[in-house]
């Protein structure tokens, strides 16, 4: 294997560093699912993100191979979106997330991508996160919905939710390994 600027070889392991954007609507979910992956805590109290947080956090993909994943989860407030253009620049992989029970941020889920592909994100790796599954008597998406949409995006579908933590290491875990795998692919 060919390393790169993002990749460390250490006593036999290497440990690649790469860039991952979560985006979508506010009130997603998207700093509670990086809260739940991260720390396995659950804020009950929304609090909207200012800009920009970010995260990083290491993903083992196997015993040799350990990914370190910086997470800029972007604020989906309105006010936010001129800040875009750093925040999107240079990421290796996009999250992006919707809520199951809001059909507006589901809608919404394709401004968010064609932002991204302005940015020159079109290459990519990305999944598609519809969150708080928990809610079943509030879902307004349904699986077919949500399965065309990321088909249209080509990018894998997965349903979590934050609050139980359903599903939310294995969607870090598939866009550390999508990412890796992409980068090895361009070396």
Do not use: C
């Amino acid at each position: 294997m060919t390393s790169d600027k993002s990749d460390i070889v250490y006593q036999g392991r290497t440990e690649a560093i790469y860039k991952v954007i979560v985006i979508g609507d506010p009130a997603v979910g998207k700093t509670s699912l990086l809260s739940k992956f991260a720390k396995n805590q659950f804020e009950e109290k929304y609090l909207p993100t200012v800009g920009v947080n970010i995260l990083k956090e290491p993903i083992n993909l196997d015993e040799s191979t350990v990914v370190n994943l910086m997470f800029w989860d972007v604020a989906g407030q309105p006010q936010f979106y001129m800040l875009h253009r750093p925040y999107f620049n240079g990421a290796d992989g996009v999250i992006l997330v919707f809520d199951v029970t809001r059909s507006s941020t589901f809608s919404n889920v394709n401004n968010w991508w064609n932002s991204a592909v302005k940015y020159g994100l079109s290459g990519v790796p990305r999944i598609l996160i519809g969150n708080k599954i928990d809610l079943k008597d509030e879902r307004k998406i349904i699986l077919p919905m949500a399965e065309h949409l990321s088909e249209k995006l080509n990018a894998p579908y997965f349903e979590t939710s934050a609050l139980t933590g359903e599903n939310v290491k294995m969607v870090f875990q598939k866009i550390a390994e999508l990412v890796y795998k992409a980068k090895q692919t361009l070396d």
